[in-house]
């Protein structure tokens, strides 16, 4: 059956799909598989950086750029070809390894790097690293100056109607005067200070195996500062290091930035009908 508004299953990629268009490429499944085929990219390059990790790096500017090309030029084919592997493999996170490891085939240099693949790597490792992402950009590159325009409106319309005078309301009675200006302003301040709640949750992920104690990694090259080769690559991500995790992260943090949607919603829900209450 072809795609249409109609026969969507959710009003999100039915009705109202044209709202939603911009958050395709984050929040998508193909988004999802981007930013675990960064993160599995990212992660090699960086080991490869490492100068206790024997046998892999440093890379030329050859491999260097191949591997870029993944990571950063990464499309909706891509993504196909890495559903084609889960059908044979049944696991979404070893599909992207592999398809990796299939676009470094067929050359000296990058096909040396294939073992290096996934090293030590848990699945949640490159999960929790890919939600991360998600959620970050999802924020900073789409949520927050949407949030940022709204109450510029907000606050633009504040000043203009400051002295336009209405009834108040009070257990949905008519009550004092106030004026518009100040009504809307009650809005604005509340969602400003959820927006600061909001940009100050701290996107946090790890990189230490499955159970979170470097296990692999030590048995393998047990002469690495393993804990600080973690941190610094989950930092060069833009990410900050949880240092105490068992095979998950615990994603607290997930639950922090989701409770901080909620009140702004709850703000932006209190706007609408207040405002048809007025009307």
Not at 78 to 101: G, P, S, W
Request: aromatic share 8%; charged share 25%; proline share 5%.
């Amino acid at each position: 059956m072809d795609r249409d508004a109609l026969t969507a299953i959710s009003p999100l990629d039915g009705r109202y799909s044209a709202k939603t268009e911009s958050l395709r490429r984050i929040f998508s499944e193909y988004g999802l598989i981007r930013f675990r085929v960064l993160t599995e990219v990212r992660w090699v390059q960086f080991l490869a950086e490492e100068p206790g990790v024997e046998g892999l790096g440093p890379l030329s500017p050859v491999a260097s750029e191949v591997l870029n090309g993944l990571a950063e030029r990464f499309g909706p084919d891509d993504a196909r070809r890495v559903k084609e592997i889960e059908r044979r493999t049944n696991h979404d996170v070893k599909a992207v390894e592999y398809l990796i490891a299939e676009r470094l085939a067929g050359d000296a240099e990058l096909n040396r790097i294939r073992p290096f693949l996934h090293f030590a790597c848990t699945s949640e490792d490159i999960n929790n690293i890919a939600y991360a992402l998600i959620l970050r950009h999802g924020r900073d590159d789409l949520l927050l100056p949407e949030y940022r325009q709204l109450v510029a409106v907000l606050d633009a319309m504040t000043r203009r109607l400051a002295d336009a005078p209405m009834l108040a309301r009070t257990h949905g009675q008519t009550a004092s005067p106030t004026t518009m200006g100040k009504e809307l302003a009650n809005s604005s301040w509340r969602l400003k200070r959820q927006l600061q709640q909001l940009r100050a949750v701290e996107p946090l992920a790890k990189m230490n195996g499955a159970v979170g104690n470097f296990n692999a990694h030590r048995i393998t090259y047990p002469d690495v500062d393993w804990s600080g080769v973690s941190r610094r690559f989950v930092e060069s991500l833009g990410l900050v290091w949880n240092p105490y995790t068992t095979q998950i992260e615990p994603h607290d943090w997930i639950a922090e930035y989701c409770h901080c949607l909620i009140r702004c919603n709850v703000i932006l829900l209190d706007l609408a009908r207040d405002l048809w209450g007025y009307i």
